[in-house]
């Protein structure tokens, strides 16, 4: 699934596996709390690559960096609950599977998720949503909740980082259960103490079967 939302599609040739969890010292505040540093850091972890590859169930302090991951109960909501693939921004985004849109909208703020674009799918009789965020906001332009959305149509593309929350060029790509509600939103990230619920409600994209 993974593999088919870009073209070329990612393969061992061209895709990096990106290690940001805080068990990464190599990775740490100096770099993601300055934007231009964390892009060069992405581009010289990419090498000769296209893609950069990886975060499900990674526990990350960067989102310690930004207020609107702190919860009620004075920690933070630090455990990512989706796969990030990290490419030039403008990259193009394509649809792994037939949906329609379900909702849409701008996510604005430090760390958010800027334009974002959540597609309901039938899949063995199971509805599952799949949210593509941090896309360009053009690609918000004429869609409409209910289109249909076929196997490789072109979803959007990876934002600049003036547009997408504040962060070098990636897609974080998210599949959901239970949306619980939420409507061209539903959280990318995690505290610990949630993270039995969350890893059941969002299952690994990449081990996710459609057959």
């Not at 196997?151 to 997408?164: M, R, V």
């Amino acid at each position: 699934m993974i593999s088919t939302l870009f073209v070329p599609p990612l393969s061992n040739a061209n895709t990096q596996i990106l290690d940001l969890s805080a068990q990464n010292p190599i990775f740490n505040a100096d770099i993601y709390q300055h934007i231009g540093r964390f892009c060069q850091f992405i581009r010289e972890s990419l090498g000769t690559n296209k893609y950069g590859l990886g975060g499900y169930l990674e526990h990350r302090r960067m989102y310690e960096s930004h207020d609107n991951f702190a919860t009620d109960q004075k920690d933070f909501r630090n455990i990512h609950l989706g796969i990030d693939i990290w490419a030039e921004a403008g990259t193009e985004v394509f649809a792994p599977m037939d949906g329609i849109v379900h909702s849409f909208q701008v996510n604005e703020g430090s760390g958010n998720y800027g334009p974002t674009v959540i597609v309901a799918h039938q899949i063995q009789g199971e509805l599952i949503y799949s949210l593509y965020g941090h896309l360009a906001t053009q690609d918000l332009e004429g869609l409409v909740v209910g289109q249909t959305i076929q196997q490789g149509q072109l979803i959007g593309h990876l934002g600049n980082s003036s547009e997408n929350g504040g962060w070098p060029p990636h897609l974080h790509f998210q599949l959901i259960r239970d949306l619980q509600g939420f409507v061209g939103d539903y959280p990318g990230v995690c505290s610990r103490r949630d993270m039995d619920f969350y890893a059941q409600n969002c299952p690994n994209p990449e081990l996710f079967r459609l057959d």
